[in-house]
T-cell receptor, first 115, second 113 residues
Framework: KAGVTQTPRYLIKTRGQQVTLSCSPI?????VSWYQQTPGQGLQFLFE???????NKGNFPGRFSGRQFSNSRSEMNVSTLELGDSALYLC??????????????FGNGTRLTVT | DQQVKQNSPSLSVQEGRISILNCDYT??????FLWYKKYPAEGPTFLIS?????DKNEDGRFTVFLNKSAKHLSLHIVPSQPGDSAVYFC????????????FGTGTLLAVQP
């Protein structure tokens, strides 16, 4: 089985622009979660989608949004980029949502640099 | 509010010896605890997990111990190998209809040949 695929791997954007990141989960996985990793804050939960519905949202401003399509692929969008948005954005998939016993499988991330 | 803490930013161990990575948590509502390993430029890889109703789980060279009264868990790697050198993250999750993981800040393990 192919793993979680994130595109693009690297992205450079300018302050004020917007960006869209893409994630294809493992085949059969219906839950997709997004995390932001920064040196100062570590890995922080952004949001989770399951069957095209947002299940949970982390403590991030409304500039961060996401969606999930009927094939379980997901996108996240960041509008009006700020320098502090520079981070590694990680996508993770799982067969189900909740329960804790089914671990998340992560992609290799998209490295976003905002200049 | 850091609900999951890894107080040691780094750890150095000789090859063949035991590596012990520690993690503390504050929220007694967590139901599962997981350990992930991360190499640079890659996503975290799941290692092992433990349910809050257990105190030990073992998988090959990896064993996780949970002490609920102390709100403490540890990951033991025996024997340590140079390929184990990576950042190790402890994570916790509350039971419910969500996959929201709360991560610790990570411990960089260096296994010296």
């Amino acid at each position: 089985k192919a793993g979680v695929t994130q595109t693009p791997r690297y992205l450079i954007k300018t302050r004020g622009q917007q960006v869209t990141l893409s994630c294809s989960p493992i085949s059969g996985h219906r839950s997709v979660s997004w995390y932001q990793q920064t040196p100062g804050q570590g890995l922080q939960f952004l949001f989770e989608y399951f069957s095209e519905t947002q299940r949970n949202k982390g403590n991030f401003p409304g500039r961060f949004s996401g969606r999930q399509f009927s094939n379980s692929r997901s996108e996240m969008n960041v509008s009006t980029l700020e320098l502090g948005d520079s981070a590694l954005y990680l996508c993770a998939s799982s067969p189900k949502s909740g329960g804790g016993g089914s671990p998340l499988h992560f992609g290799n991330g998209t490295r976003l640099t905002v200049t | 509010d850091q609900q999951v803490k890894q107080n040691s930013p780094s750890l150095s161990v000789q090859e063949g010896r035991i590596s012990i990575l520690n993690c503390d948590y504050t929220n007694s509502m967590f139901d599962y605890f997981l350990w992930y390993k991360k190499y640079p430029a890659e996503g975290p890889t799941f290692l092992i997990s433990i349910s809050s109703i257990k105190d030990k789980n073992e998988d090959g060279r990896f064993t996780v111990f949970l002490n609920k009264s102390a709100k403490h868990l540890s990951l033991h790697i025996v024997p340590s190998q140079p390929g184990d050198s990576a950042v190790y993250f402890c994570a916790a999750i509350k039971n419910g209809a969500t996959n929201k993981l709360i991560f610790g800040t990570g411990t960089l393990l260096a296994v010296q040949p």
